[in-house]
């Protein structure tokens, strides 16, 4: 079953924008992590938050976590075209640690140059 | 470093057929996993090693074996194709023994089944 479902779906934005992508998950987990898959390539990691952090910054990326509501966003700043793909947030619920990552269904994310 | 490397890139295959999908790694990882992926189902488990003779299964692993012989070399095998196993096939490897050890994907095959 899937953990993770992103909201929304799609989402298209003129390049410069801020994006927000939010991910929600089912059960408590050790760490939240967000991927971007460019199309018909494989999957890049991006970030990971874990269950204790409630904020994470990587470059022009900002991660936020609520383990309360069992929800993440994504938040990439000044878009640039080159950030059109698709994003997915997985979570880890192992007991040894990033083992079995569950993936959300992805959010396909457009820059309009 | 190549890192992840998948072969082949796109397989047709025939119902009741089987093959193979290889996965090599050349960081020295301990873990290795397959993962596939569905339109609007993201991506789901099959199986996943902690090191050379270790497997375990995933989310979906019915109609895949797998098995790792050395810890370069992760294979997952179709013993019978279906048309529901048509799918986009990816390998995934990374350092044990930490959460935030990242995990590095391959490029992936695309399997259709008809």
């Known amino acids: 079953s899937q953990q993770g479902e992103e909201d929304p779906q799609a989402l298209s934005i003129q390049e410069g924008e801020n994006a927000t992508m939010n991910c929600s998950y089912k059960t408590s987990i050790n760490n939240l992590q967000w991927y971007r898959q460019n199309s018909g390539r494989g999957l890049v990691h991006l970030i990971l938050i874990r269950s204790n952090e409630r904020e994470k910054h990587s470059g022009r990326l900002r991660v936020t976590l609520d383990t309360s509501k069992k929800s993440s966003s994504l938040l990439i700043t000044a878009s640039r075209a080159a950030d059109t793909a698709s994003y997915f947030c997985a979570t880890d619920a192992s007991n040894f640690g990033n083992e079995k990552l569950t993936f959300g269904t992805g959010t396909r994310l457009t820059i309009i140059p | 470093n190549a890192g992840v490397t998948q072969t082949p890139k796109f397989q047709v295959l025939k119902t009741g057929q089987s093959m193979t999908l290889q996965c090599a790694q050349d960081?020295?990882?301990?873990?290795m996993s397959w993962y596939r992926q569905d339109p609007g189902m993201g991506l789901r488990l099959i199986h996943y090693?902690?090191?050379?003779?270790?497997?375990d299964q995933g989310e979906v692993p019915n109609g895949y074996n797998v098995s790792r012989s050395t810890t370069e070399d992760f294979p997952l095998r179709l013993l019978s194709a279906a048309p529901s196993q048509t799918s986009v096939y990816f390998c995934?490897?990374?350092?044990?023994?930490?959460?935030?050890?990242?995990?590095?994907f391959g490029p992936g095959t695309r399997l259709l089944v008809l």
């Open positions: 960081m020295n990882h301990e873990y």
């Open positions: 090693s902690v090191g050379a003779g270790i497997t």
């Open positions: 995934a490897s990374k350092r044990s023994g930490g959460e935030q050890e990242t995990q590095y």
